[in-house]
Every structure is written in C-alpha cells, then in structure tokens.
C-alpha cells in the first residue's frame, strides 16, 4: 500500500471557518509513518512562511492527512 499525504490550510475565524487544500512537494509515501512524519514536517514549515500577523489575523493553522492507496497491478 502507499499513502497519500493531502494538506489544507485552514481558517477558524469565526465565519469563515474553511479549509483549501495545498500542494505539497512530496505526496506519496511507502507507509503511513512516513506519510505522517513527513506531514508533521511540512505543516510546520509551511505554517512557519506565514507571518504572525497573518496567522493571527486568520487563525490559520494546517490540517493534514494520509489517505491509503491500493497498489496498482
């Protein structure tokens, strides 16, 4: 199996509670560790490109996930 790794960018101010998904560099992993550390990893530096006043001001913070994949024959 491989998995997938799908990252958003939320909002929570109030109203306008959304999320839009963002590319990431790397997407597909052999396994959900390295899907999930990798997740972590790319979250924090793509976060840490957001000054505090636009992160603050949105209330923005990264949500991600490793959807599996079945392997193709």
């Known amino acids: 199996m491989k998995f997938l790794l799908v990252m ?3 909002s ?3 109203g ?3 999320c839009k998904q ?5 997407s597909e992993f052999k396994d959900h560790y390295e899907c999930a550390i990798n997740g972590y ?3 924090h530096e793509t ?3 957001f000054d505090r006043e636009f992160i603050n001001k949105h209330r923005a913070y990264i949500q991600f996930m490793c959807k599996e994949q079945a392997d193709h024959i």
């Open 8 to 10: 958003f960018l939320c």
């Open 12 to 14: 929570s101010v109030l």
């Open 16 to 18: 306008s509670n959304s």
């Open 22 to 26: 963002i590319e990431v560099e790397i």
């Open 41 to 43: 990893k790319f979250a």
């Open 47 to 49: 976060i840490s490109e």
